[in-house]
């Protein structure tokens, strides 16, 4: 069972920055596609970031410029980045990473983002 560890959520002003980081729990993961999604109160789960194996990079327009997303390969475990700058009150929402490839498809938990005004 792929393990999924999330952190680097919380509060900050407008214009603020954070950095998330997601752990998985096996280093043979990183031949799978990774992504962040996000999903805000009463909104639908929207893809953030994607990033390939081959470390190519996709954004939406809403965060392309701000987000960057990243990974990397450890010993028995890949970890998967956002870095996220001239944060907005509509970035707001709860953050989540996902990894994916042949029958695998899992969510991380979760982290809650807040951007004040």
């Known amino acids: 069972q792929v393990q999924m560890v999330e952190s680097g959520g919380g509060l900050v002003q407008a214009g603020g920055s954070l950095r998330l980081s997601c752990v998985v729990s096996e280093s043979s993961f990183d031949l799978y596609h990774m992504a962040w999604y996000r999903q805000a109160p009463g909104k639908q789960r929207e893809l953030v970031a994607d990033?390939?194996?081959?470390?190519?990079?996709?954004?939406p327009d809403s965060v392309k410029g701000r987000f960057t997303i990243s990974r990397d390969n450890a010993k028995n475990a890949v970890y998967l980045y956002l870095q996220m700058n001239r944060l907005k009150p509509e970035d707001t929402a709860v953050y989540y990473c996902?990894?994916?490839?042949?029958?695998?498809?899992?969510w991380g938990q979760g982290t809650q983002v807040t951007v004040s005004s």
């Open positions: 996902r990894i994916w490839g042949g029958i695998l498809d899992a």
């Open positions: 990033i390939t194996s081959g470390r190519s990079t996709n954004y």
